[in-house]
């Protein structure tokens, strides 16, 4: 057994573990299997936190109107709301501008994976850089595709990432379970 297996997963969270994993499997093969749902559900997503969003932050600035950061505040609110209705009435350049953040998403995410699995080596990090190798692949092939294809590209792509995501956690979470057996 590795102290640095045991230190990394809790025996009591490998059960959630597993559960994800399950979950972002099936997520991935749902995204693939019908693209361009699952594109119009991501922009939806997107656009009602950005709406959320900002609403929260008008309503912290109305909090804050005596003090200084209340006109920053009020702005960033104004603009959140906005860019979130403009992606609900535009929904086609809002998936566009949605593959661009994709693609910049996945691509910080590949790179954070690279570095764990590099900070976990030698105890099963393998899987874990895999993960990370593509999911920078995944980012490199939405800029390539962008503008034109964006709305598949996207549900495809993420697929495919949640995909290697749940099957990297997957094998991380049974290595653990082995490990603390």
């Known amino acids: ?29 749902l995204a693939i299997a019908m693209p361009l749902a699952a594109a119009i559900a991501v922009n939806i997503f997107v656009a009602w936190l950005l709406l959320f969003s900002g609403a929260a932050h008008l309503v912290f600035a109305w909090q ?5 950061g209340f006109i920053g505040q009020l702005l960033l609110g104004i603009l959140y709301a906005f860019i979130g209705a403009y992606i609900l009435i535009n929904p086609a350049l809002g998936l566009v501008s949605l593959a661009l953040a994709i693609a910049v998403y996945l691509l910080l995410e590949g790179v ?17 850089l895999f993960d990370g190798i593509l999911t920078l692949i ?8 962008w503008p034109a294809g964006s709305e598949l590209v996207v549900a495809i792509l993420v697929g495919i990432s949640m ?5 990297s956690r997957l094998m991380l979470s049974l290595a653990a379970r082995h490990w603390g057996a």
């Open 1 to 29: 057994m590795s102290v640095t297996a045991s230190a990394t997963f809790p025996r009591a969270s490998i059960g959630w573990s597993i559960m994800l994993s399950v979950f972002l499997i099936v997520a991935g093969i």
């Open 64 to 68: 804050r109107r005596h003090s200084r």
């Open 112 to 128: 954070l994976e690279i570095i764990l699995a590099l900070q976990i080596q030698p105890t099963r990090w393998g899987w874990l």
């Open 138 to 145: 995944l980012a490199l092939m939405i800029w390539k595709a």
């Open 163 to 167: 995909l290697f995501s749940g099957i």
